[in-house]
């Protein structure tokens, strides 16, 4: 991603010229405002997955802007018909210790993403970040961005701290609701957290952290009643993998049932409302095929799961991830690979299939 590009979108004029400043004089890496640890990075494997880390694929000038170019390559070579990118850059920006900078960054990225990227190619859709620390922001980015080209919907990194439950969120909820604008929560990792500085190998860290934040999301999301407060709202939970959630319909269903007095706004089991929400397939934890064939019946997976890439990551998955399965009727795998998100989005048929 040109961060340079998206510096030029900063509307506060010191935070802009800084940002352009950092980038001419410092040769621009680690991006200005981004509270990233660039010397922390052990998902390419010392390099021995090098599009991990390094797009190194030649674009000439004369084939148009390098992104572009790149996000299209990808976009073929899986043999997808739609693409939803998303500002990985930025999923650390929920625990910026300026909490203004998160604000300041995400609509400047937003905005950047609307012109360079989603305008340039109609395949091409996203669901653009929230700036989650500020609600009243939030809100402001939902009805700045919706009806975009290419705006399906709106995500929350959720590395961060912030309750769901917060009164402050209603509105923004309500607001998305309105719209009939889904709500997606896109884990991560933040090894600096206290919990998570225990591991002392990316592995354990990858394992715990990619799931971490998305289970305590998850598990307020419900107690909390939100699903019977916006029951049209559509909630998404991406890149933890499907494992976690067998062990959380779970635990929640039996922990509910001792204390419901706790849980007030609850009209069924909490089991009931997690299986009307969407998950992504990325990453599948495809190895024990019995166990992946329960979590996909557990989660009503033919109606709810979405297939996901995470292209070009250590652990992407292509499309053949789902269609091999043995255990899914034809009708499944359609749904899965693209039915789903079709209805999901309201994107339109791509036409013959």
Do not use: C
């Not at 354990?204 to 916006?230: A, Q």
């Not at 990551?313 to 034809?330: A, G, K």
Request: hydrophobic share 40%.
């Amino acid at each position: 991603m040109n961060w340079h590009e998206v510096a030029e979108y900063i509307e506060d004029p010191v935070i802009r010229d800084n940002a352009l400043d950092f980038y001419k004089n410092k040769g621009g890496a680690p991006a200005y405002g981004l509270n990233t640890n660039p010397g922390m990075w052990y998902q390419d494997i010392g390099g021995r997955i090098p599009h991990d880390s390094d797009r190194r694929e030649t674009v000439e000038e004369s084939d148009g802007e390098r992104n572009l170019v790149l996000i299209r390559r990808a976009l073929e070579s899986i043999g997808i018909d739609y693409m939803v990118v998303f500002p990985t850059a930025m999923l650390h920006v929920g625990m910026h210790p300026q909490l203004d900078m998160e604000v300041v960054l995400s609509r400047a990225f937003n905005r950047w993403l609307v012109d360079h990227i989603l305008k340039a190619d109609d395949r091409l859709k996203s669901m653009l970040y929230l700036p989650f620390s500020n609600p009243e922001a939030s809100i402001k980015m939902v009805e700045e961005f919706a009806g975009e080209p290419g705006v399906i919907g709106f995500m929350v990194t959720s590395v961060r701290n912030q309750p769901v439950q917060a009164n402050p969120y209603m509105k923004l909820y309500a607001t998305l609701q309105e719209r009939g604008l889904p709500i997606a929560f896109h884990s991560g990792y933040y090894w600096q957290e206290p919990v998570l500085t225990q591991f002392s190998r990316f592995v354990g860290m990858h394992t715990v952290g990619f799931v971490l934040w998305n289970i305590v999301h998850l598990v307020n999301w419900v107690l909390h009643g939100i699903p019977e407060r916006f029951p049209r709202l559509k909630v998404i939970w991406i890149e933890s993998g499907l494992a976690w959630v067998p062990f959380m319909i779970q635990r929640l269903d039996h922990e509910y049932l001792l204390r419901t007095s706790e849980a007030p706004a609850l009209k069924r089991l909490p089991s009931e409302y997690i299986r009307e929400m969407f998950f992504s397939a990325q990453p599948l934890e495809k190895y024990s095929l019995n166990a992946l064939e329960f979590t996909f019946k557990m989660i009503n997976a033919e109606s709810q799961l979405l297939y996901a890439s995470d292209w070009p990551h250590q652990d992407f998955d292509l499309p053949s991830t789902i269609y091999d399965l043995p255990f899914l009727s034809e009708g499944a795998k359609r749904n899965i690979l693209g039915g789903n998100a079709l209805k999901l989005f309201n994107l339109d048929n791509p036409k013959g299939k």
